[in-house]
């Protein structure tokens, strides 16, 4: 009974010196896997672990740190990333961020090469959309704390907005009901995002430019 409270407390240990983990970081510390699927279930079960997604946890002690630090919208901003690789956060979460959309998003919003996923867990809910390889861009790399986050840039986010919805905006009445901020693009963002729709190549996507300009 010791030893098995010592090995539980070794792998829990362990557990909370990383923003996240799966079942196979512990093989290493842990040679029965069958006992390592039972402690994390107790652990689980317990409140001490989150799970993030099948297979994959943090430990309540480190999102209770990040809070402490202030750095929870970090550490969420790198699971959007982790959980669902290759992607970056863009469209609702970044528009809102730069005051381009007025209402807060309810999901952490993610562009991605993979279909589209989303994952709901005591942390949030990542939603994530699919695009083709050709407009998988327009993101940037942060380094913010201990943790590296992809970004889109301002104009990207919008441009992923826009054209995840072309097909519902048939004219300039549909596009001036999102009540998106314009205003606060300047010309280069504007640049940047006719950069893309000219990429993207229709000419739906050039009229719905026009109407939100207008």
Not at 7 to 25: G, Y
Not at 88 to 114: A, F, G, K, Q
Not at 140 to 153: K, M, V, Y
Request: hydrophobic share 40%.
């Amino acid at each position: 009974m010791r030893n098995d409270k010592k090995r539980s407390q070794i792998i829990i240990e362990l557990a909370e010196k990383l923003p996240v983990f799966t079942f196979n970081d512990f093989l290493g510390a842990e040679e029965s896997k069958s006992y390592l699927r039972l402690v994390l279930h107790r652990y689980q079960k317990s409140g001490k672990l989150v799970r993030l997604k099948k297979g994959i946890y943090t430990t309540t002690n480190y999102v209770e740190r990040m809070k402490n630090r202030g750095e929870i919208e970090l550490f969420t901003d790198f699971l959007a990333n982790f959980l669902y690789s290759p992607s970056y956060l863009s469209l609702e979460t970044i528009l809102y961020r730069y005051n381009i959309l007025t209402e807060i998003p309810v999901n952490l919003t993610s562009v991605s090469l993979n279909k589209t996923a989303v994952f709901i867990n005591q942390l949030g809910n990542f939603l994530y959309h699919k695009v083709k390889p050709l407009l998988f861009c327009g993101f940037e790399i942060f380094e913010e704390s201990s943790f590296s986050i992809l970004r889109a840039t301002k104009a990207k986010a919008l441009f992923d907005f826009l054209y995840l919805r072309k097909n519902i905006l048939p004219n300039v009445e549909a596009v001036k009901e999102l009540r998106l901020n314009v205003d606060n693009l300047n010309r280069a963002d504007i640049k940047e995002l006719k950069e893309y729709i000219a990429l993207e190549g229709s000419k739906k996507l050039k009229e719905i430019l026009n109407y939100l300009l207008d």
